[in-house]
């Protein structure tokens, strides 16, 4: 049973650095890629950015400059960090797997979410 | 990069049919097959439905379908049922490893 959590500070403030971690249980990270995702409350889904084994990694343009993900193989877990926060990113972050390559090419599992709040 | 378009809300009675659109362009729904959808209830995180425009994971009933013409997906929800009353997002591939996701529909089953 593949399961996915994320973890970190509940609240941060602005112009800090919001900081994530996702463990991944049940199966390895070295394979598939693994996705962040995040809604602001009341809003629809927004793809932050993904990240491979290798540290091949790419982010949306809107947030590129602002964001890096990392991978941990030996702990089976993968960061995101978002510097410079502000309110609007107040949001809800999922952690994801993605299949690439094979079916379902798709987000398969999920990660319950974690809200990150931005406020001094 | 831009998101997919969606009508923000869609409904219908129980028992009758209800689709909702995604629109992109030809280089994300138009240029590649992996289009797919999901089923978000409040405080839930988001379910995978559809995969590849019109494949159905295991588990999923099959009075959901998805299609695609063009740079336009599509799902169909026939048969509504009170549990499919949710918030529905599409995503696509949109090449150069990036995704993309539609604003959403809230579909409510009358």
């Known amino acids: 049973q593949v399961q996915l959590q994320e973890s970190g500070p509940g609240l941060v403030k602005p112009s800090e650095t919001l900081s994530l971690t996702c463990t991944v249980s049940g199966d390895s990270i070295t394979t598939y890629y693994w996705h962040w995702i995040r809604q602001p409350p009341g809003k629809g889904l927004e793809w932050v950015g993904f990240?491979?084994?290798?540290?091949?990694?790419n982010y949306n343009v809107s947030l590129k400059s602002r964001v890096t993900m990392s991978v941990d193989t030996s702990k089976n877990q993968f960061s995101l960090k978002l510097n410079s926060v502000t309110a609007a990113d107040t949001a809800v972050y999922y952690c994801?797997?993605?299949?690439?390559?094979?079916?379902?090419?798709?987000?398969?599992?999920w990660g319950r979410g974690t809200m990150v709040t931005v406020s001094s | 990069q831009s998101a997919l378009t969606q009508p923000p809300s869609a409904s219908g009675s129980p028992g009758q049919s209800v689709t909702i659109s995604c629109t992109g362009t030809s280089s994300d729904v138009g240029a590649y097959n992996f289009v797919s959808w999901y089923q978000q209830h409040p405080g839930k995180a988001p379910k995978l439905m559809i995969y590849?425009?019109?494949k159905w994971p295991s588990g999923v009933p099959d009075r959901f379908s998805g299609s695609k013409s063009g740079n336009t997906a599509s799902l169909t929800v026939s048969g509504l049922q009170a549990e499919d009353e949710a918030d529905y997002y599409c995503?696509?591939?949109?090449?150069?490893?990036?995704?993309?996701f539609g604003g959403g529909t809230k579909l409510t089953v009358l």
């Open positions: 590849e425009v019109s």
């Open positions: 995503s696509s591939f949109a090449g150069n490893n990036i995704w993309v």
């Open positions: 994801a797997r993605y299949v690439a390559g094979a079916s379902p090419h798709a987000f398969d599992m």
């Open positions: 990240i491979y084994h290798t540290g091949n990694a």
